[in-house]
């Protein structure tokens, strides 16, 4: 997994690290980012695999996500 960073400056709350993460059980390619939270100095992590789009809990490709982050 390649971790990318977004540089461009066109929305500053936007993604700022992203990853294309493949799925375990099936051919999806999910896509996972850290987002910046509005007015705030803090970061989240969004999937957009069904089980956190909707269900809005840690996904098991976020944890990937994280691990890879770490280094």
């Known amino acids: 997994m ?3 960073i977004n540089n461009s ?4 709350f ?3 690290k992203y ?4 799925s375990e059980n099936t051919n999806n ?3 996972v980012g850290k ?3 509005r007015n705030k100095k803090h970061y989240k992590y ?6 956190n789009f909707y269900r ?3 996904c098991k490709h976020i944890k990937k996500f994280k691990l890879a982050e770490r280094g």
């Open 2 to 4: 390649e971790i990318k």
């Open 19 to 22: 990853a294309e993460i493949e």
């Open 29 to 31: 390619i999910y896509t």
């Open 46 to 51: 969004v999937c957009s695999c069904p089980h």
């Open 56 to 58: 809005q809990v840690t």
């Open 35 to 37: 987002v910046r939270v």
């Open 14 to 16: 936007g993604v700022r």
């Open 9 to 12: 400056k066109l929305n500053r």
